[in-house]
């Protein structure tokens, strides 16, 4: 979703990125301090929720519009040309 809102190839990723480290340290070290099957349950659903909560807010983004250009042909650019 990020790369289409951007302008180059490079800051998307650099974004996600860093979002990814972050989160997956924060739910590693949620993790780490499960000790019974019921705080997994808990956990497990609770990740659930939140993917589908992210995956629902997509609905609501606003894209950028994609601009369309339309076919032409090379040849009529070169015989249009003045030199």
Do not use: H, R, W
């Not at 951007?6 to 990723?13: G, L, S, V």
């Amino acid at each position: 979703m990020l790369g289409f809102e951007f302008n180059n190839n490079a800051e998307p990723y650099s974004v996600y990125n860093g979002c990814q480290a972050l989160t997956c340290l924060v739910f590693n070290l949620i993790e780490s301090q499960i000790t019974s099957s019921s705080q997994f349950i808990i956990y497990s659903a609770i990740c659930g929720g939140l993917s589908m909560i992210a995956a629902f807010t997509t609905s609501f983004f606003k894209f950028k519009v994609e601009v369309k250009y339309e076919n032409v042909d090379i040849s009529d650019l070169m015989n249009s040309s003045t030199m």
